[in-house]
T-cell receptor, first 114, second 115 residues
């Protein structure tokens, strides 16, 4: 069975700082990788996803993530955060041999101070 | 708004009661998923449907839980004889169902509190 771990539970940043959130997964086969975001009071929405091709994936709102297969990692980055990036971020994986179900990490709460 | 909708948004019940939640997916989305999220955790997969067929159930889905999608459109999740450990946010998601890379679109969730 696959599993996902997110290294930081809470991150506090000032505006304009750079953000990097770690995500590692455990699964021996081929996977699709996702980052979802949940803004305060809103539902989960997709930031970006990777399934093949260029391992550097660009998503909405200036976010990007890099898939490093050798490290089983899919870290999320943003060069300069804004107050509106305050949210909870979830990394998720689905294993291609195991259907469509998503396995999520525990989430990282990001607070951006104005 | 043509996103995934869930009803009710909040449900408070006493231990031992039965509850039923409804999910309306995005129109023409063939796949529908149920997840459960407890405080401080990420969502956990419960079950999913391809049209009206329930294709997979997690071992988290005990015998007290049942899900249906009778006409391949909306779905219901019923919990019988609720326990305090059932308190959680129940999330529904839908996707086109054409590929495993399809985006799953999530609804706002139903927050269940069992007293």
């Amino acid at each position: 069975a696959q599993s996902v771990s997110q290294h930081n539970h809470h991150v506090i940043l000032s505006e304009a700082a750079s953000l990097e959130l770690g995500c590692n997964y455990s699964y021996g086969g081929t996977v699709n990788l996702f980052w979802y975001v949940q803004y305060p009071g809103q539902h989960l929405q997709l930031l970006l996803k990777y399934f093949s091709g260029d391992p550097l994936v660009k998503g909405i709102k200036g976010f990007e993530a890099e898939f490093i297969k050798s490290k089983f990692s899919f870290n999320l980055r943003k060069p300069s955060v804004q107050w509106s990036d305050t949210a909870e971020y979830f990394c998720a994986v689905n294993a291609r041999a195991a259907g469509n179900k998503l396995t999520f990490g525990g989430g990282t709460r990001v607070l951006v101070k104005p | 708004d043509t996103g995934v909708s869930q009803d009710p948004r909040h449900k408070i019940t006493k231990r031992g009661q039965n509850v039923t939640f409804r999910c309306d997916p995005i129109s023409e989305h063939n796949r529908l998923y149920w997840y459960r999220q407890t405080l401080g955790q990420g969502p956990e997969f419960l079950t999913y449907f391809q049209n009206e067929a329930q294709l997979e159930k997690s071992r988290l889905l005990s015998d007290r839980f049942s899900a249906e999608r009778p006409k391949g459109s909306f779905s219901t999740l019923e919990i019988q004889r609720t326990e305090q450990g059932d308190s959680a946010m129940y999330l529904c998601a839908s996707s086109r169902g054409e590929s495993e890379t399809d985006t799953q679109y999530f609804g706002p969730g139903t927050r269940l509190t069992v007293l």
